[in-house]
Each structure stands twice: as structure tokens, then as C-alpha cells.
């Protein structure tokens, strides 16, 4: 089976950083990724993970233990329209097959 | 591209009566997904399809649902008959495999109640 866990709530300051941690069983691993969704809204990709090691994107960077079964999600510099639901996803075998965490929601106060 | 369609946006239906969520994928893609979403739940696979072929429907809860593909831009999610706990976002994703990050791309969703 495939077991995804993430926070359910987290509460930052504008301007600082934020750290969303994933932890992952899954029948097989074929790389991690991480949504953001803002409320009433679909996901929108932001990042990607297949190696062990850390992804930078602009304010954004994700990292990766296949070891651990861990990712977290890094935040920097927030701003308030950073307040969403990121959400953690397995892709578990070798095909496009996509499992979601419940999704940790993220609020960023002034 | 004009990205995933989904449509309706919003459906209100009576329990017992039949629902169809449609949706078109973004051209070339050779996957599609339909996923559910709840705040109990969160987001649940359904079904996905690889170029028109169903793959993987263990998602699907029961027999009242169903999906279809008839050809690469066009897909449908069926449920007869209805029932209040079937209210939700159902979204439709699609995305191209292999060489690939094979990211989703999601529709907007369609948020379907059921009194």
C-alpha cells in the first residue's frame, strides 16, 4: 500500500522561512513531487525530486532521502500569497501513476 | 494551450440521479487521471488511463462509478445513481510520460454536490 504523511497545519511570518516535512512508504519510489493548491483552486506543480539531494527553484526548494522515505518542502522569504495547501506525491512505479498526502496548509500572517 | 478542460464547473443534483463529468486533456498527453477531493479524504485517485486504456481503476469506490476514454482528448466519469456522500471536487488531470518529469496537470475541477 502507499502511506504519505505531512502536517496537517502550519502558521508562519511573512518574510521568514518555512520547512513542510513529507514521509513516504510506498510500494515502489519513481520520484517525489510537491503541489501547491490555493483554496478553491487545482494544484499547480512546483517541484520534483528523483535523487537524493536538494532542488532549488527561486524561493522554493525541495529535498530528498529515498533512504529515509523524507522530503521537506522549503520556503523563503513568504509572502502572504504563499498561503495554500502544499501536498506531497509519490509516483511509486515506473508509469505516471500519482499518490497524494493529505496536504499540510500553510498560513502566513503579516 | 488552453490546458485541462473540465466541465461542469458545479453541478446540484437529487440523490439517485445520474452525474457525467467530462473533461479534455492538453493535446499530446499520453495520460489522464480523475481524482477526488475531500477535506476528509484529501485527494484520491480514482482511475488513470495510458493512451485511452484504463490502467488502474482500484480507486474507483464502487460499482455506481465509471469512467470512459473514447479517444485522446476526451474523457467522462459516470456515477449512477448518485448518492449524498459522492459530493466533492472531482479533478481531472493529465500529463505526458516517459523522458519526463511527468508532472500532472490539473482542470479546474468540478465541484459536484448531492442533496
Known amino acids: 500500500g502507499q502511506n504519505i504523511d505531512q502536517p496537517t497545519e502550519m502558521t508562519a511570518t511573512e518574510g521568514a522561512i518555512v520547512q513542510i516535512n513529507c514521509t513516504y512508504q510506498t510500494s515502489g519510489f519513481n520520484g517525489l513531487f510537491w503541489y501547491q493548491q490555493h483554496a478553491g483552486e487545482a494544484p499547480t506543480f512546483l517541484s520534483y525530486n528523483v535523487l537524493d539531494g536538494l532542488e532549488e527553484k527561486g524561493r522554493f526548494s525541495s529535498f530528498l532521502s529515498r533512504s529515509k522515505g523524507y522530503s521537506y518542502l522549503l520556503l523563503k522569504e513568504l509572502q502572504m500569497k504563499d498561503s495554500a495547501s502544499y501536498l506531497c506525491?509519490?509516483?511509486?512505479?515506473?508509469?505516471?501513476?500519482?499518490?497524494f498526502g493529505a496536504g499540510t496548509r500553510l498560513t502566513v500572517k503579516p | 494551450d488552453a490546458g485541462v478542460i473540465q466541465s461542469p464547473r458545479h453541478e446540484v443534483t437529487e440523490m439517485g440521479q445520474e452525474v457525467t463529468l467530462r473533461c479534455k486533456p492538453i493535446s499530446g498527453h499520453d495520460y489522464l487521471f480523475w481524482y477526488r477531493q475531500t477535506m476528509m479524504r484529501g485527494l484520491e485517485l480514482l482511475i488513470y488511463?495510458?493512451?485511452?486504456?484504463?490502467?488502474?481503476d482500484s480507486g474507483m469506490p464502487e460499482d455506481r462509478f465509471s469512467a470512459k476514454m473514447p479517444n485522446a482528448s476526451f474523457s467522462t466519469l459516470k456515477i449512477q445513481p448518485s448518492e449524498p456522500r459522492d459530493s466533492a471536487v472531482y479533478f481531472c488531470?493529465?500529463?505526458f510520460g516517459w523522458g519526463n518529469t511527468g508532472e500532472l496537470f490539473f482542470g479546474e475541477g468540478s465541484r459536484l454536490t448531492v442533496l
Open positions: 506525491a509519490v509516483r511509486p512505479f515506473n508509469n505516471n501513476d500519482m499518490r
Open positions: 488531470a493529465s500529463s
Open positions: 488511463f495510458n493512451n485511452n486504456v484504463p490502467i488502474d
